[in-house]
């Protein structure tokens, strides 16, 4: 299986201020079409995960843009430019390249 | 825009069986590959199983093979996943999740529905 692995797992950050959080994969997520099947999703407390980012770097309907991913290969990062107290949550990088699909650890933000 | 709605979780007894259902709307539902993720109590998303918009191909993690069945009821807009021999480690929230049009992109998960929670215990 493709192991899918964030850091850090709880980044806590001060209202305003940017944060990043890294996803690595133990394989490169290159299709054969050419495309990379990497998403991020939000957790809210008690809500389902929510699609924010897919295929690296598009940014899904309704998500401010203030979120952005990047990255290629093995390498991927979700950047948050101005951390806002609704962006309280877990977020979770998704491979979707390979079978079985596999998400990663989790990394927990909150509010300093 | 789509939304999904599960159903049928509960308690049962490990060795156990359950079926679990997901009601789609607002989008053809023909046209999309679908799949079940759980959640267990505290821990990250687990995907499970996922089935062609035409339900000829059909996946399933190694955690499930041979206990889980995954089918579709186009005509119902209607997702299942049957769940049998059933054992304290599958206890967790079941959410469907609305893949790609194009099986390729099976893990497109733009759209989930809130889940369903499965206790398995005696």
């Known amino acids: 299986d493709v192991v899918v692995t964030q850091s850090p797992l709880s980044l806590p950050v001060t209202l305003g201020q940017p944060a990043s959080i890294s996803c690595r994969s133990s394989?490169?997520?290159?299709?054969?079409?050419?495309?990379?099947?990497l998403n991020w999703f939000q957790q809210r407390p008690g809500q389902s995960p929510r699609r924010l980012i897919y295929?690296?770097?598009n940014r899904d309907s309704g998500v401010p843009d203030r979120f952005s991913g990047s990255g290629s290969g093995t390498d991927f990062t979700l950047k948050i430019s101005r951390v806002e107290a609704e962006d309280v949550g877990v977020y979770y990088c998704?491979?979707?390249?390979?079978?079985?699909?596999?998400f990663g650890q989790g990394t927990k933000v909150e509010i300093k | 825009e789509g939304q999904l709605l599960e159903s049928g979780g509960g308690l049962v007894q490990p060795g156990g069986s359950l079926r679990l259902s997901c009601a789609a709307s607002?989008?053809?539902?023909?046209?999309?590959?679908m799949s079940w993720v759980r959640q267990a109590p505290g821990k990250g998303p687990e995907w499970v199983s996922a089935?062609?918009?035409?339900?000829?191909?059909?996946k399933y993690a190694d955690s499930v093979k041979g206990r889980f069945a995954i089918s579709r009821d186009n005509s119902r807009n209607t997702l299942y996943l049957q769940m049998s021999s059933l054992r304290a480690e599958d206890t967790a929230v079941y959410s469907c999740?609305?893949?790609?049009?194009?099986?390729?992109?099976?893990?497109?998960?733009?759209?989930w529905g809130q889940g369903t929670m499965v206790t398995v215990s005696s």
């Open positions: 999740a609305r893949g790609g049009g194009d099986w390729h992109y099976v893990g497109a998960f733009d759209i």
């Open positions: 607002g989008f053809t539902f023909s046209s999309y590959a």
């Open positions: 089935i062609s918009g035409g339900s000829g191909t059909t």
């Open positions: 394989q490169s997520l290159v299709y054969i079409d050419g495309n990379t099947y």
């Open positions: 295929k690296v770097s």
């Open positions: 998704m491979q979707a390249t390979y079978w079985p699909l596999t």
